[in-house]
C-alpha cells in the first residue's frame, strides 16, 4: 500500500483585500463581517494594496478564528517567502463596470416578538439589486457588495459576476459566477444556459470540468446544501 495518497476536495475559502495597515481598524471592519455572515472558521487568503506586517497580520486574522491559507503575489511576497508561508500567482487584471440600473432597499429586520412591543426598536439592512442590461464581455467584472445581480443577457468566457447575494443570468454563463462573496451560505444562482468557468457561492466552488453533466449547457439552479456542498437542479423553462 502506497505511503502517499493524493485525492481531491472542495475547498470553502475567502479572499479578502486590505486597502488598510491599521490593525485597530481591519480588527474592527472584520470582527463586524463575521458577526453579519457567520464566516467564523474560513480559511483566507490575503491580498493587501498596502504594505502591511504579514506576520501579525496573520496572527490578527487567527486570533479571529480565520485560517490564513496563502497571500496573493504582490506587496506581500518577500515577507511571506521568508516565513515559506503559500503564494498564489496574482489574478489577470479585469475592468469593473458600472452596471446599466441599480435599486436600492431597506429590509425591515426587526423580530416579531420586538414588533409587538409598544416602542419598537426598529432594525432595517440597505439592500440593493444591480441590473445589467449589457452583454458582459470577455475581461469585464460586474460586481456588487450589498445585494443581489440580474444580468438580463449573457455573459462570456473571461468574464467575471461578483454578488455577495444571488445571481440571476438570463442568458448564457460562460465566465467566472461568484455569489455570496461576502460569505452568504443561502445565497443563489440561477441561469438560463449554465456553461461556467467557474461556479461559487460562499467560497465553495466548482471548475468549468467538474459541473455535473445533467445542468451542462442547460438551465440551472444552484445553492448549497446543509453539508456546505454545491447543488446543481436543472431546470424546466
Do not use: W
Not at 475547498?11 to 479578502?16: C, D, L, Q, T
Not at 503559500?86 to 475592468?95: E, N, S, V
Not at 455569489?179 to 438560463?192: H, L, Y
Amino acid at each position: 500500500m502506497a505511503d502517499i495518497r493524493v485525492t481531491g476536495r472542495m475547498v470553502n475559502f475567502s479572499r479578502i483585500t486590505f486597502d488598510t495597515n491599521d490593525e485597530h481598524l481591519i480588527r474592527q471592519q472584520l470582527t463586524k463581517i463575521l458577526n453579519d455572515t457567520a464566516s467564523s472558521g474560513a480559511v483566507i487568503i490575503i491580498d493587501s494594496t498596502v504594505e502591511q506586517e504579514l506576520i501579525s497580520l496573520i496572527q490578527l486574522l487567527v486570533s479571529l478564528n480565520l485560517q490564513p491559507m496563502a497571500v496573493i503575489d504582490g506587496l506581500l511576497s518577500a515577507q511571506a517567502k521568508s516565513i515559506q508561508f503559500p503564494i498564489l500567482p496574482a489574478d489577470r487584471p479585469l475592468q469593473r463596470i458600472k452596471s446599466t440600473e441599480e435599486q436600492h432597499i431597506t429590509v425591515d429586520t426587526t423580530p416579531q416578538e420586538a414588533k409587538e412591543q409598544a416602542s419598537p426598536t426598529q432594525k432595517t439592512v440597505a439592500y440593493t439589486i444591480c441590473y445589467h442590461n449589457e452583454m458582459l464581455r470577455t475581461g469585464q467584472c460586474l460586481v456588487q457588495d450589498h445585494g443581489d445581480v440580474i444580468l438580463n443577457t449573457s455573459m462570456n468566457s473571461g468574464s467575471e459576476v461578483i454578488s455577495s447575494g444571488n445571481i440571476y443570468i438570463y442568458g448564457a454563463a460562460k465566465g467566472r459566477v461568484i455569489a455570496g462573496a461576502s460569505g452568504d451560505t443561502k445565497a443563489r444562482i440561477f441561469c438560463q444556459v449554465l456553461n461556467a468557468e467557474l461556479i461559487s457561492i460562499a467560497g465553495t466552488y466548482c471548475i468549468s470540468e467538474d459541473i455535473p453533466l445533467h445542468v451542462q449547457k442547460k438551465a440551472a439552479h444552484i445553492y448549497l446544501n446543509d453539508q456546505q456542498k454545491l447543488v446543481f437542479e436543472a431546470l424546466e423553462i
